[in-house]
């Protein structure tokens, strides 16, 4: 078939000539995106009917190689009603005929030919009877799946059971001559890809399984001794301690490059409950007091001979075990009888099991334990109680234990049924006559008929008995005895945030997850305990240190203790709800009927009917109606799982699908939310495309303040360009991602977090690469912030000089501007308060509102309105009081009309908090730091909180809370000095030294003023070197040291004071000595220091510095 008759065929021939001009062929069609169709001239409608006849192109054979991958083709999927192809972890089993090649030639072939029949159909009849599946007999060997074409939330467990039966059943094979048959088992788990067609006609098997389980598991069985079941590490894990097994370490496999730990399975564990079995025990329980608080009281009337019935129900992982759990460790010491029952799937035809495993585990059964030791264990049980002979007779023979029934014939008759009844509530009732008797039957949804019937019996009777009842089921269960006064049905919900958050944390145990990381296990786990459990271990065994803060895709993955049931719900699915299931998936968590029906391969009936299924079986939501009408996944993981199905190839043309469709279908989804459109580009391997939407939707999101979304939005960005050939273009490209994703880092951690530096500094790489001038001022301001917070100062200035000269030669006034802010911040911290304040007083007279609004977003804050906070303080160094409060004021002015978080924050802590505690207002300082820390935990902004903090720390000090002072001051330093942000730690660290001298403290204060001057030598912030020596001299004389000491102390900062012009400070340090001048007899000289410094001011004499100094000089 050549290009034309193939475009004929799907009604498309009108573009064989556009397609032979561009060098087309039939062979090049499957790769052809929707980009490359768009830049060909197809309509929508064509492109997508090109695509859709394009995806089954390579599976049929119209002159492709038979390596091509398979396409994903609802039509046909829907037509043979199978699944395609598709990827999900699998449990698979391999079991192997010892010596077998010696048995073929002892035995005649038609003899081998039957045994090895026979050996098949024992094998296959284990397996199917516990759910799996014979994928195919190979010779003597047998491959078996579990989990696949049904998933079961057991299947490991499920495998390792068929595994130990078909060892006991093959056992009991015997050749002519005696000689037993002997297998081995192998058994490994893992993702792989599978589903391609084995065979043909009626045998046909969807079977074929690709990746390493199914090889793991052959070389797992070679290994294995006669009749014994080896499993590899990760179906451990799986299975906890539900099984006995020994570690054979780690060993050497044939194909794999590192040794695989594997395990012998010995039997059934010994731990009797499921869920202990399978689930560590964290420190506390998270939640659940109300619930708690009721099953306590509800024991303590049983203690009282007031019996009750407890429903526990809920979905599964919601915790129903786990409060069972922490209900018997709070019982106290008083004693008691525990009965413990528990169901299990795939024994819900197995009469009784529950109760006779109870039996056996009280009696102190063991294995290997012969028929007359067991008997004397039950007598010994039952005694206590004073069984009737017949009682005896009746539970010794439900358990096996009567010589005569020793064929294991248990309740052959309803006679003998109702007896045994009889004997088993008579021997509870009994027991609960001599102590308290706490009944737990769990899992109730797993009973099996006989059982469910005995405890219908316990239901009725517990409400005469000193006994609690506590039942434990999954919502789905219908218990019948709700109705009865005595019985409470508790039904657990999800946790909320906090509580979710708190078991993440738990279960960390020292393992330190970044606040962002928390927040993404939240959001995908929905509130479900289990779930949160799972996917923060999962998470965990990624962690190569003791702080996780970032995630890779990967790790964030469906974790494989969860995704076998998970994969249950969509097994459960026909082909067409199955298909819309993984359509919606790849849209997203939530998708519009309307965009769902874009890209579903599937007539309108059809996905109606589909999505409505979705609802009726409880994997998605229905919201809105009409037009509005969208869908929305339960569980987060549920659409993780269904996503998780689809071959690379099938996500990567339904994601073209989803953004041709957006592009042209929803123009205004696109432009309101472009990192929707960026994701599915990305996707569908459209990095060229993607990067402008992912570029564009950093910006915005950092407008807006929303950093951690630009931060995301910006590096995924990065990674999309990442993989494009270098070019001029692609330079550029990337410049501006580097520069753009500085500024939300700097939000999110602070400017001294590395990652600021290496983005500014590949965005200056860039621009001498390429000649960039005209943004060298933006890379080189970038690159001046993460210096100035991290204490560089010297550096600091050596950058904003560098921005300085380059705005020189330029003609862009913001350039300029920018160049001032950084040059005025840095000498401001060294101390040059005069310098500091005309390269401030620059910045207003060159910003432009109308043009420059939107440099906030670009430089983390506005630096025209951040550079009136600085100055604020600046002047109020310098003394100009009345001035300063009218810089701030102004600052805050514009910071209102920006609206703009960082630069609100910067003017609350700055122009707001640290200039009230200049003032010394505490009310002010107060109100500025709770709205600064109101503003931190709005937008997740850690620096403000640390400001806000100490300055609440500060006003409580002020106000007589000395000891909630030091707990506020202390809590924000520390918060600062995880960011690196040193910006005006000296400042802190005199908040601090002070507070400790007011609590009686002076050395300790006078320890941290060390830390203060080493600060200061290390990092050149020199703006309050002055009043650090002038508390030094305050706490030396609190601590009643040498006068000559303190007043050494308050000449030095009298001198910085006066070196720096910081006239604001002088008053302060000349206020101090002038108190001691008086003390020591001195007033003429108290006068003429104090008197000269306040002489010189002119404004803020309403301020409790101004007014201190006046009333001193009243009394000098």
Aim: hydrophobic letters at 45%; proline letters at 4%.
């Amino acid at each position: 078939m050549d290009l034309e008759d193939w475009l004929g065929r799907h009604g498309l021939d009108r573009y064989t000539t556009i397609f032979r001009s561009n060098d087309i062929s039939l062979d090049v069609l499957p790769d052809l995106t929707d980009a490359d169709l768009k830049g060909l001239g197809l309509s929508l409608g064509d492109r997508r009917r090109m695509l859709r006849a394009t995806h089954t192109l390579r599976s049929r054979d119209e002159g492709l190689s038979e390596n091509s991958a398979a396409p994903f083709a609802y039509g046909e999927d829907l037509a043979s009603g199978a699944p395609c192809a598709e990827r999900r972890y699998l449990t698979v089993a391999f079991v192997d005929l010892v010596g077998s090649t010696a048995l073929s030639t002892r035995l005649d072939a038609e003899d081998y030919r039957e045994l090895i029949a026979v050996y098949e159909s024992r094998i296959a009849a284990v397996i199917e009877r516990v759910g799996g599946f014979v994928a195919q007999f190979l010779g003597d060997g047998v491959l078996a799946y579990f989990g696949y074409p049904q998933a079961h939330e057991d299947d490991p467990e499920r495998a390792i059971h068929a595994g130990l039966e078909s060892v006991a059943v093959v056992g009991g094979l015997e050749m002519v001559d005696g000689t037993a048959l002997r297998i081995r088992v192998g058994i490994a788990t893992g993702l792989v890809v599978v589903g391609d067609v084995l065979g043909s006609g009626p045998t046909q098997r969807r079977a074929v399984v690709l990746g390493q389980t199914p090889n793991l598991a052959a070389r797992l069985q070679a290994l294995a001794e006669p009749d014994s079941v080896v499993i590899a590490d990760a179906t451990h894990r799986l299975v906890g301690d539900l099984f006995e097994c020994i570690d054979l370490g780690a060993v050497e496999v044939k194909g794999f490059v590192e040794p695989i730990r594997a395990y012998r399975v010995l039997g059934r564990g010994s731990v009797a409950s499921r869920f202990e079995a399978l689930h560590t025990k964290p420190p506390t329980l998270v939640g659940r007091e109300e619930e708690t608080a009721l099953l306590l009281r509800r024991w303590e009337r049983a203690r009282g001979g007031e019996g009750s019935v407890v429903v526990l129900s809920g979905e599964a992982g919601i915790g129903k075990s786990r409060l069972v759990a922490a209900v018997m460790d709070g019982l106290g010491e008083k004693p008691y009888a525990c009965l413990r029952y528990f169901c299990s799937p795939g024994h819900e035809d197995s009469p009784l099991l529950p109760v006779i495993a109870q039996l056996e585990r009280m009696a102190g059964f063991v294995r290997g334990d012969p028929p007359g030791e067991r008997l004397d264990k039950l007598q010994a049980l039952l005694a206590p109680t004073s069984p009737r002979p017949e009682d005896l007779t009746l539970i010794a023979d439900l358990l096996s234990l009567r010589p005569e029934d020793r064929d294991g014939s248990r309740l052959v008759s309803d006679q003998k049924r109702a007896r045994t009844f009889e004997a088993l509530m008579r021997w509870i009732e009994r027991l609960s006559n001599r102590r308290p008797v706490l009944m737990v039957f769990e899992d109730v949804h797993w009973i099996d008929p006989s059982s469910l019937e005995l405890l219908r019996l316990a239901v009725e009777s517990a409400a005469r008995l000193p006994l609690l009842l506590l039942i434990t089921c999954r919502s789905e269960f219908k218990a019948p005895w709700t109705d009865q006064p005595h019985v409470e049905d508790v039904r657990l919900q999800r946790f909320n945030s906090r509580e979710a958050a708190e078991l993440a944390r738990q279960i960390t145990r020292g393992i330190a997850l970044s606040d962002a990381l928390v927040a993404e296990v939240v959001e995908r786990t929905d509130g479900i305990p289990l779930f949160v459990e799972e996917l923060t271990k999962a998470l965990l065994e990624t962690a190569a240190s003791n702080t996780v803060s970032a995630v890779p895709l990967a790790a964030m993955t469906v974790p494989a203790t969860l995704h076998a049931s998970l994969m249950a719900r969509l097994d459960r699915l026909d082909a067409a709800t199955r298909i819309t299931a993984q359509a919606g998936a790849v849209i997203g968590r939530e998708f519009s009927y309307e965009l769902l029906a874009a890209v579903a391969d599937l007539d309108e009936g059809s996905l109606a009917a589909a999505v409505e299924r979705l609802v009726d079986v409880g994997l998605a939501f229905r919201r809105g109606d009409g037009a509005e009408l969208s869908y929305y996944f339960k569980h987060a993981l549920v659409r993780d799982v269904a996503y998780g199905t689809l071959l690379r190839e099938q996500r990567r043309r339904l994601h073209a699908a989803v953004a041709c469709t957006l592009e042209e279908t929803f123009p205004e989804l696109a432009e309101r939310t472009p990192e929707l459109l960026a994701h599915h580009l990305t996707e569908a391997g459209e990095p060229a495309a993607a990067m402008r939407y992912w570029l564009e939707a950093g910006r915005r999101a950092a407008g807006r303040s929303a950093d951690r979304e630009a931060v995301s939005h910006l590096r995924s960005g990065l990674r999309a360009l990442a993989g494009l050939p270098a070019s001029i273009e692609r330079d550029r490209a990337e410049l501006d991602f580097q520069l753009a994703i500085g500024t939300p880092l700097i939000a999110l951690s602070a400017w001294s977090d590395p990652a600021v530096a290496a983005a500014y500094e590949r965005a200056g790489e860039i621009c001498e690469r390429l000649g960039e001038t005209g943004r060298l001022v933006r890379t080189l301001f970038g690159l001046y912030s993460n210096r100035i917070v991290r204490g560089q100062t010297r550096m600091a200035l050596d950058l904003a000089e560098r921005c300085e000269r380059a705005a020189a030669g330029g003609r862009d006034p913001v350039d300029r501007l920018l160049a001032h802010r950084a040059k005025g911040t840095a000498l401001m911290q060294l101390g040059a308060l005069d310098e500091a304040r005309l390269e401030f007083e620059a910045i207003p007279a060159l910003y432009v509102a109308e043009r420059d609004g939107g440099l906030a977003a670009q430089c983390i804050t506005d630096p025209c309105a951040s550079g009136l906070s600085l100055l604020a303080l600046v002047l109020w160094k310098l003394g100009y009081v009345d001035q300063a409060r009218r810089t701030a004021a102004e600052g805050s002015r514009r910071a209102a009309e920006l609206r703009h978080a960082n630069t609100t924050g910067h003017l609350l802590c700055h122009a707001g908090a640290e200039l009230a505690q200049f003032l010394r207002d505490e009310s002010a300082a107060r109100r500025y730091g709770e709205a600064a820390r109101t503003l931190a935990a709005e937008h997740d902004m850690p620096m403000w909180r640390g400001y806000g903090l100490i300055a609440c720390g500060w006003a409580a000090a002020e106000a007589g809370r000395l000891d909630e002072g030091v707990t506020c001051v202390r809590q924000g330093a520390a918060e600062l000095d995880a960011l690196g942000a040193v910006f005006h730690r000296p400042h802190h660290l005199c908040v601090l030294a002070e507070i400790h001298g007011r609590l009686g403290d002076p050395d300790t204060g006078l320890q941290i003023l060390k830390t203060g001057y080493e600060e200061i030598a290390r990092t050149d912030i020199h703006l309050f070197e002055a009043e650090l020596h002038q508390l030094e001299g305050e706490l030396r004389l609190r601590a009643q040291q040498p006068t000559g000491l303190v007043e050494a102390c308050f000449t030095d900062a009298l001198a910085i004071a006066r070196r720096q012009q910081a006239k604001s400070s002088e008053l302060r340090v000349a206020t101090s000595l002038a108190r001691l001048q008086r003390e020591q007899g001195r007033r003429a000289e108290a006068r003429g220091v104090l008197a000269s410094v306040f002489g010189w001011f002119t404004e803020g004499f309403d301020t409790r510095d101004l007014i201190d100094a006046r009333a001193l000089l009243d009394e000098l």
